[in-house]
């Protein structure tokens, strides 16, 4: 049996809800078999964090829901619907 390596799958959605449109992602391989870095990718991974599920991926973390402040809402900041999923995929070796 090979052993176990972690990809992490970073997507930014519209809203806090699973089935929202992604905005934005980044893919990190500790399988080594691929090379990504943020925006290398015109198209993204998946349309919602829902299809990632349906793929196989699962979510570590959901993103904490802040509310605004007040006045600030016109001001660019961090993108705040961040989910974190993992796959686990087996390498030989």
């Not at 570590?60 to 999923?85: A, C, D, G, K, V």
């Amino acid at each position: 049996m090979g052993k176990l390596r972690q990809k992490v799958l970073v997507l930014y959605l519209a809203t806090s809800a699973l089935d929202s449109e992604v905005l934005g992602w980044t893919i990190y391989d500790g399988t080594g078999k691929e090379a990504h870095t943020t925006g290398d990718s015109e198209k993204r991974p998946f349309s919602t964090g829902l299809e990632a599920l349906k793929a196989g991926w699962r979510v570590i973390q959901f993103p904490q829901l802040i509310p605004p402040y007040p006045n600030m809402e016109l001001t660019t900041s961090f993108m705040q619907h961040e989910f974190i999923f993992e796959q686990l995929e087996e390498i030989d070796g």
